[in-house]
Nanobody, 116 residues
Framework: QVQLVESGGGLVQAGGSLTLSCTASGRISTYTMAWFRQAPGKERAFVGR???????YYADSVKGRLTISRDNAKNTVYLQMNSLKPEDTAVYYCAVERPSGGYYYWGQGTQVTVSS
């Protein structure tokens, strides 16, 4: 069992930046890690992923503004968010991706609120 803990959320003005962290209780260096977000009243939505080797993929809605990186030595994945918009307001979650599809583990989420 791996526990994931997200941190770094908060309140920021539109146009600002935040960096979220997702720290695992165990080794995640061989796994693809993903970020999701859930806005109020909406379903959880895919944000992006990073493979064990550092290859990234992003949802079109965040491409160019959000960047995922990882530090395997620290069992931590990051989500750097720039040029934030009010529509980025959501609870952000990280997850360990299964090679065959789906996700092994989820974090509890961290709230990001972007004010206009």
């Amino acid at each position: 069992q791996v526990q994931l803990v997200e941190s770094g959320g908060g309140l920021v003005q539109a146009g600002g930046s935040l960096t979220l962290s997702c720290t695992a209780s165990g080794r995640i260096s061989t796994y693809t890690m993903a970020w999701f977000r859930q806005a109020p009243g909406k379903e959880r939505a895919f944000v992006g992923r990073i493979s064990w080797s550092g290859t990234t993929y992003y949802a079109d809605s965040v491409k160019g503004r959000l960047t995922i990186s990882r530090d395997n030595a620290k069992n931590t994945v990051y989500l750097q968010m720039n040029s934030l918009k009010p529509e980025d307001t959501a609870v952000y979650y990280c997850a360990v991706e299964r090679p065959s599809g789906g996700y092994y583990y989820w974090g509890q989420g961290t709230q990001v609120t972007v004010s206009s």
